[in-house]
């Protein structure tokens, strides 16, 4: 990386847009991420202060696919584009249809999302818009998502990319790719807990509905981490862990099954996850008693027993600490936003 730019107390967003571009995926972030801000800065005024801007290549007018005409603020024709600072983020939002004709009608912004990367800009690639960062080279040798429609093409066209169709989200460093608009807001809450804090990400989730899909980290690739590791054992002790969550035995108990100490469970798990034992065993119990309330019509006191909690107010504790709600207002809120 070179010409690492200096943080100011703004964050700026860059929103790339083009012809046939989805406008649901330029004005979703932002919406959520003006949400974020709100809650943020209204509990401290010196939370960061977002700034967003469209930018296209050269037409200051671009109709979107449904036919909206949006305004770039920006366009990379202006002799002021080289010497402006880089976004914090961009977002290279989808294309309807082959992405082919556009990209060849746009290297001026491969070029631009390649230098912005250089100089310490996050980058979002979303759906066919992922092409975008592909063709700059910056995906090569690194893993990456995209539509589901354009996967196969997607190989033809760059087999230096480490594609990975089975995930929604990849992140490999600064570089996330969705495969879905869905999985954009779950990148973008993801981002609002690093930039507003995990209070303004929960507040940000329970108003865009995102509580009845699966947290960011558990869906996504992200590139040389430990989540998907090569310790064997630890595998089997995790597995045996997400399929057996009501069991009374103590970690100690369970590791001495698998022919373990417990300091040397400890000091493996660790290494090879991340996480401490406790803390991923306690987030595999919360995240099963979710789905639980969101999917049956078990009483908070049958799903604590299925996931390992005899008292009832000891998993209510939890989602209090977790989620700042009560199991029973978890579900309610759930069941209105499924069923209503």
């Given at each position: 990386?070179?010409?690492?730019?200096?943080?100011t107390n703004?964050?700026?967003?860059?929103?790339?847009?083009?012809?046939h571009?989805?406008?649901?995926?330029?004005?979703?972030?932002?919406e959520?991420?003006?949400?974020?801000?709100a809650?943020?800065?209204?509990y401290?005024?010196?939370?960061?202060?977002?700034?967003?801007?469209?930018?296209?290549?050269?037409?200051?007018?671009?109709?979107?696919?449904a036919?909206?005409?949006?305004?770039?603020?920006?366009?990379?024709?202006?002799?002021?584009?080289?010497?402006?600072?880089?976004?914090?983020?961009?977002?290279?939002?989808?294309?309807?249809r082959?992405?082919?004709p556009?990209?060849k009608?746009?290297?001026k912004?491969?070029t631009?999302?390649k230098?912005?990367?250089q100089?310490?800009?996050?980058?979002?690639?979303?759906?066919?818009?992922?092409?975008?960062?592909?063709e700059?080279?910056?995906?090569?040798?690194?893993?990456?998502?995209t539509?589901?429609?354009?996967?196969?093409?997607?190989?033809?066209?760059?087999?230096?990319?480490?594609?990975?169709?089975?995930?929604?989200i990849?992140?490999?460093?600064?570089i996330?790719c969705?495969a879905?608009?869905?999985a954009?807001?779950?990148?973008?809450?993801?981002?609002i807990?690093?930039?507003y804090?995990?209070?303004?990400?929960?507040?940000v989730?329970r108003?865009?509905?995102?509580?009845?899909?699966k947290?960011?980290?558990?869906?996504?690739y992200?590139?040389?981490?430990?989540?998907?590791?090569?310790?064997?054992?630890?595998a089997?002790?995790?597995?045996?862990?997400?399929t057996?969550l009501?069991t009374?035995?103590?970690?100690?108990?369970?590791t001495?099954?698998?022919?373990?100490?417990?300091?040397?469970f400890?000091?493996?798990?660790?290494?090879?996850?991340?996480?401490?034992?406790?803390q991923?065993?306690?987030?595999?119990?919360?995240?099963?008693a979710?789905?639980?309330l969101?999917s049956?019509?078990?009483?908070?006191?049958?799903?604590a027993d299925?996931?390992?909690y005899?008292?009832?107010?000891?998993?209510?504790?939890?989602f209090?600490?977790?989620l700042?709600?009560?199991?029973?207002?978890?579900r309610a809120?759930?069941?209105?936003?499924?069923?209503?």
């Amino acid at each position: 990386m070179t010409d690492q730019y200096i943080k100011t107390n703004n964050l700026m967003v860059n929103l790339v847009i083009y012809p046939h571009v989805l406008a649901t995926g330029v004005t979703l972030p932002v919406e959520m991420l003006m949400a974020g801000e709100a809650f943020a800065r209204r509990y401290d005024k010196s939370a960061l202060k977002l700034n967003t801007q469209f930018l296209s290549e050269s037409s200051t007018q671009i109709k979107s696919r449904a036919g909206i005409t949006m305004i770039a603020d920006i366009t990379l024709d202006e002799e002021s584009i080289a010497n402006t600072t880089p976004a914090d983020i961009i977002i290279v939002p989808s294309l309807w249809r082959n992405p082919r004709p556009v990209l060849k009608s746009h290297q001026k912004l491969i070029t631009w999302l390649k230098r912005c990367w250089q100089q310490g800009s996050t980058l979002i690639g979303v759906g066919t818009g992922v092409c975008f960062l592909a063709e700059s080279g910056l995906l090569d040798n690194h893993s990456a998502t995209t539509h589901w429609h354009y996967v196969e093409q997607f190989k033809r066209d760059y087999p230096k990319v480490d594609l990975k169709p089975d995930f929604f989200i990849t992140q490999s460093e600064r570089i996330y790719c969705a495969a879905s608009l869905n999985a954009l807001a779950d990148i973008i809450v993801h981002l609002i807990a690093q930039h507003y804090g995990k209070a303004a990400a929960q507040n940000v989730e329970r108003n865009f509905s995102h509580e009845i899909r699966k947290p960011y980290e558990e869906q996504r690739y992200l590139e040389g981490s430990g989540d998907r590791h090569a310790d064997e054992l630890i595998a089997e002790i995790q597995f045996w862990l997400r399929t057996h969550l009501n069991t009374e035995l103590s970690l100690t108990e369970i590791t001495e099954q698998f022919g373990m100490s417990q300091r040397s469970f400890t000091r493996r798990f660790k290494a090879a996850t991340g996480v401490r034992a406790t803390q991923y065993w306690q987030q595999l119990r919360i995240e099963t008693a979710k789905e639980l309330l969101a999917s049956s019509n078990l009483t908070i006191q049958e799903i604590a027993d299925q996931v390992g909690y005899q008292d009832q107010g000891h998993l209510t504790r939890l989602f209090k600490q977790h989620l700042t709600l009560t199991p029973k207002a978890y579900r309610a809120m759930v069941r209105k936003k499924l069923f209503s």
